[in-house]
């Protein structure tokens, strides 16, 4: 995965798309439950899949490579899109000190998912659950609900209880759906 910058809008990706001389496969448009996707493959390699994501849940855009020579088409999205390294990704999500910054910042690190590195990306999430923004650990509960690690379980139960009613409602609604899949209905 790949986060792209705010800037890197679906015209842009399919501007820089048609320079690169990639071949449009599949557009998905957004819904309720998936995010707006773009898929495309290489002239050269045809085994090679490259999406372009703007997922609406998480705020954030990245594209994800898939199939063979991974490396090199990773490279060529770096040279033709704006895009955040991870190390970048993290240590901003990691400095962040004012609420929307930091919620941005995670959610961009949410995007990056085990690549992110598991516990550097819990860490964070479990170092922001008990900021003193609302907004803040309505993100925490948005990242957690995508990773969907079992590992957050605790913290969800945790936030049920939280001063904010919009915190604990977004709490009991992903402590539900954790029910609801426990009993394989979800």
């Known amino acids: 995965r790949l986060v ?11 501007e820089g798309a048609v320079r690169r001389g990639w071949i449009l496969l599949e557009e998905y448009s957004e819904t309720n439950e998936a995010p707006f996707e773009l898929v495309y493959t290489t002239e050269a390699n045809t085994d090679v899949r490259i999406h372009y994501v703007d997922d609406p849940f998480i705020l954030a855009r990245y594209a994800i490579v898939k199939g063979k020579n991974i490396k090199t088409v990773v490279s060529l ?3 033709t899109f704006d895009a955040y390294d991870d190390e970048e990704v993290l240590e901003n999500a990691e400095k962040a000190a004012k609420p929307q910054e930091i919620v941005d910042w995670m959610l961009n690190a949410t995007a990056l998912a085990e690549q992110a590195g598991r516990e550097r990306l819990a860490s964070l999430i479990r170092k922001r659950v008990g900021h003193r923004s609302s907004d803040v650990r309505r993100a925490c509960l948005m990242a957690i609900s995508w990773l969907e690690w079992p590992v957050f379980r605790e913290l969800v139960v945790h936030l049920t209880r939280d001063k904010n009613a919009a915190v604990r409602a977004d709490a009991k609604r992903l402590a539900d759906a954790y029910a609801l899949r426990d009993e394989g209905k979800l």
């Open 4 to 14: 792209l910058t705010e800037d890197v809008s679906e015209e842009v990706f399919r």
């Open 77 to 79: 999205l770096e040279t």
